[in-house]
Nanobody, 119 residues
């Protein structure tokens, strides 16, 4: 079991930056692939970024590529999403999620943190 808690969301002007954090419980955090997803009002949840258990491999959605960076610190059981050059279309609830490498779906989800980008 992994319990995830996101933080770091807020209101920011377009062009600004935010760093989202996701704290995970448990002693096996380093076994999980971690991902960030987001859901805007009236839209389906979409993938944002993911990172391998060791942190050596990352992958981004085209919509955030070049503006965002996902990284993790396994020593403190946290994964981060640094978002720069924010746009109003980045406004959404951001969720972190975890999955074991043996599964296809992300099994564990946080409660989400709201990011609002004003124009």
């Amino acid at each position: 079991q992994v319990h995830l808690v996101e933080s770091g969301g807020g209101l920011v002007q377009a062009g600004g930056s935010l760093r989202l954090s996701c704290a995970a419980s448990g002693r096996t955090f380093s076994r999980y692939r971690m991902g960030w997803f987001r859901q805007a009002p009236g839209k389906e949840r979409e993938f944002v970024a993911r990172i391998s258990p060791s942190g050596s491999s990352t992958y981004y959605a085209d919509s955030v590529k070049g503006r965002s960076s996902i990284f993790r610190d396994n020593a403190v059981n946290k994964v981060f999403l640094q978002m720069n050059s924010l746009k109003p279309e980045d406004t959404a609830v951001y969720y972190c999620a975890a999955r074991e490498l043996t599964t296809v779906e992300y099994t564990f989800w946080g409660q989400g943190t709201q990011v609002t980008v004003s124009s």
